[in-house]
């Protein structure tokens, strides 16, 4: 007795493709989910060829498939990961994805009919959940970095991945041979000023301050919060003399202008020690904070709203005026 009946009403209903091809990869048979989802219609199909019917497949690619499943006669497999489709279908979430089309896990089987004629038969599983899901979580994983690396309040770099960067930046520095400026800078009397208008007022200073330089520094510059209203930038391939001019530029652009807070127009500085890598081995970034600490200290020292630079050899520290 025929099993017709069994098959039919199943493949009817079955929600995956199911497409058949035979040795000369003329489509045999398409199913209702096919014929559905790709508008194609298996009575004006069937006996041409696959990649006539649909144009866009990657023929080379699956041509060797279809021809290493029908000499091995062995199933092969291909999952949305490795290729997201096969065949391009519109898939019908209510989703937002990168993709408009159906992700797509394929397993080809060798099929005989009763002759003995060989065939491919190729199952296709809508797998778009889980690429939606894949991509959803891969989002979060990015967001989730980038919080992990930055300070929630100013979105400067957090002092952790940012004393990483410097270290590398060291590293590379050294093997190059290429020069490199640290600046370390701080607010100054910044406790009065919290005194005065309030943490929020302390908060909003802090905030619009960091905006400010970020906006004077390159790409490739790593700004980070090395402290409470400490703040560190880590300049590449810059010496000395750069750093400086950089670091009069910062200094210039936070006390030229004040930050208007609620009704209060806060007024503020920062002093700047600047210090160029010299120190040799494992342990230069630290030799380098420390430089750098040191000028800042001097700038504090001399008055604030300066730029010191530290220079090895030195007793007295060159100060140099805004
Ligand atoms: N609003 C606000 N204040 C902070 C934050 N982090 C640290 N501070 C404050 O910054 C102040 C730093 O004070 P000090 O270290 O005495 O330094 P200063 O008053 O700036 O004095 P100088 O550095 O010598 O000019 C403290 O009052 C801290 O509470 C923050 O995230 N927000």
Redesign the pocket.
């Given at each position: 007795m025929s099993d017709d009946w069994l098959t039919g009403p199943i493949l009817e209903q079955l929600s995956s493709g199911v497409l058949v091809v035979d040795e000369e990869f003329q489509l045999v048979y398409l199913n209702t989910f096919l014929q559905r989802h790709s508008s194609v219609q298996l009575t004006e199909a069937k006996g041409k060829s696959l990649f006539k019917v649909f144009a866009d497949l990657p023929e080379a690619w699956l041509r060797r498939k279809f021809a290493s499943v029908l000499e091995l006669q062995s199933p092969s497999f291909s999952s949305w990961e490795q290729r997201q489709y096969v065949i391009k279908l519109p898939h019908l979430r209510p989703v937002t994805s990168s993709s408009q089309y159906m992700a797509q896990n394929c397993t080809m089987l060798p099929l005989n009919d009763p002759s003995g004629r060989r065939h491919v038969c190729m199952l296709i599983e809508d797998a778009t959940d889980a690429f939606v899901y894949q991509q959803h979580l891969q989002t979060t994983l990015q967001k989730l970095e980038q919080s992990n690396r930055v300070d929630g309040?100013t979105q400067a770099l957090n002092r952790r991945y940012w004393e990483e960067q410097l270290k590398l930046e060291v590293q590379r520095a050294q093997r190059y041979q290429q020069p490199l400026s640290l600046l370390l800078f701080?607010?100054?009397?910044?406790?009065?000023l919290?005194d005065q208008y309030g943490?929020l007022g302390?908060?909003c200073v802090?905030i619009e301050l960091t905006a400010r330089v970020r906006g004077l520094l390159r790409d490739t510059d790593w700004f980070g919060r090395y402290g409470?209203?400490e703040f560190g930038i880590v300049l590449t391939n810059t010496a000395l003399a750069g750093a400086m001019e950089v670091a009069e530029r910062i200094c210039l652009a936070v006390s030229s202008k004040a930050v208007t807070f609620n009704e209060h127009s806060i007024q503020s500085s920062i002093s700047v020690g600047v210090a160029q890598l010299d120190a040799a081995g494992e342990r230069a970034h630290e030799v380098l904070i420390g430089q750098a600490d040191m000028a800042l200290y001097n700038a504090?020292r001399e008055g604030?709203n300066r730029v010191v630079s530290y220079s090895a050899g030195e007793t007295e520290f060159q100060l140099k005026t805004n």
């Amino acid at each position: 007795m025929s099993d017709d009946w069994l098959t039919g009403p199943i493949l009817e209903q079955l929600s995956s493709g199911v497409l058949v091809v035979d040795e000369e990869f003329q489509l045999v048979y398409l199913n209702t989910f096919l014929q559905r989802h790709s508008s194609v219609q298996l009575t004006e199909a069937k006996g041409k060829s696959l990649f006539k019917v649909f144009a866009d497949l990657p023929e080379a690619w699956l041509r060797r498939k279809f021809a290493s499943v029908l000499e091995l006669q062995s199933p092969s497999f291909s999952s949305w990961e490795q290729r997201q489709y096969v065949i391009k279908l519109p898939h019908l979430r209510p989703v937002t994805s990168s993709s408009q089309y159906m992700a797509q896990n394929c397993t080809m089987l060798p099929l005989n009919d009763p002759s003995g004629r060989r065939h491919v038969c190729m199952l296709i599983e809508d797998a778009t959940d889980a690429f939606v899901y894949q991509q959803h979580l891969q989002t979060t994983l990015q967001k989730l970095e980038q919080s992990n690396r930055v300070d929630g309040l100013t979105q400067a770099l957090n002092r952790r991945y940012w004393e990483e960067q410097l270290k590398l930046e060291v590293q590379r520095a050294q093997r190059y041979q290429q020069p490199l400026s640290l600046l370390l800078f701080d607010l100054d009397k910044f406790k009065q000023l919290n005194d005065q208008y309030g943490h929020l007022g302390g908060d909003c200073v802090l905030i619009e301050l960091t905006a400010r330089v970020r906006g004077l520094l390159r790409d490739t510059d790593w700004f980070g919060r090395y402290g409470g209203e400490e703040f560190g930038i880590v300049l590449t391939n810059t010496a000395l003399a750069g750093a400086m001019e950089v670091a009069e530029r910062i200094c210039l652009a936070v006390s030229s202008k004040a930050v208007t807070f609620n009704e209060h127009s806060i007024q503020s500085s920062i002093s700047v020690g600047v210090a160029q890598l010299d120190a040799a081995g494992e342990r230069a970034h630290e030799v380098l904070i420390g430089q750098a600490d040191m000028a800042l200290y001097n700038a504090k020292r001399e008055g604030r709203n300066r730029v010191v630079s530290y220079s090895a050899g030195e007793t007295e520290f060159q100060l140099k005026t805004n």
